[in-house]
C-alpha cells in the first residue's frame, strides 16, 4: 500500500510536528505570525478525531475533525507536506475526514481557508463544499474563505 490513514494522538511528537510544519508553512503564506495555534483539545472531545497520512511509509500530512454543534463538524488542521502534494491525498484525507464525520453523526462539515491556499480551496471546491458567510476565529478576516458540505 502506497499510502495509509490512521487515527493519532495530536499530542504526540510526530502529530505535533506535522502541525508545527503546517504553522511554518502559514505564516510564510500569510506574512504573518499572528492567529492562533493549534489547540490539542480541539480533537480530543468525544466526536472529535486527529488523523495522520502516510505515503510509503512515510508520515506525510494530518487532518482533524471537531465538533461546532450537534450537527455540525469542523475540519481543522488539515496539511500534506509539499514533497508529497501531486498524489491525491489530501483528497483522501477529506474522504477520510467525512467518512467519520458521517459515523459520528454529523450532517454537515465546515472548514476556513484562505486566499493564500488556492490549491486548498480548489480541493475543498472539487470536493463538494459550498462558500458560506465566515464565521469562528477569521471571520472578519478578508482572506479567509469559509466552506460547508451536506454530508449524506
Known sequence: MLHSIEPEDP??????????????????????????????EDVLGPRSCFLIVRWEGEPVGCGGLRE????????????VRSAARGHGLGRLLLEEL???ARALGYVRLRLETGLPQ????HLYESAGYKS??????????????????KLL
Open 11 to 40: 499530542r504526540s511528537s510526530l502529530a505535533r510536528t506535522l502541525v508545527a510544519d503546517l504553522w511554518a508553512e502559514l505564516v510564510e503564506r500569510y506574512e504573518e505570525e499572528g492567529g492562533q495555534p493549534f489547540s490539542v
Open 132 to 149: 458560506i458567510p465566515g464565521y469562528g476565529t477569521y471571520k472578519d478576516d478578508p482572506r479567509t474563505r469559509s466552506f460547508e458540505k
Open 98 to 100: 467525512e467518512r467519520r
Open 68 to 79: 461546532l454543534d450537534p450537527e455540525t463538524g469542523e475540519v481543522k488542521r488539515m496539511y
Open 118 to 121: 488556492p490549491e486548498a480551496m
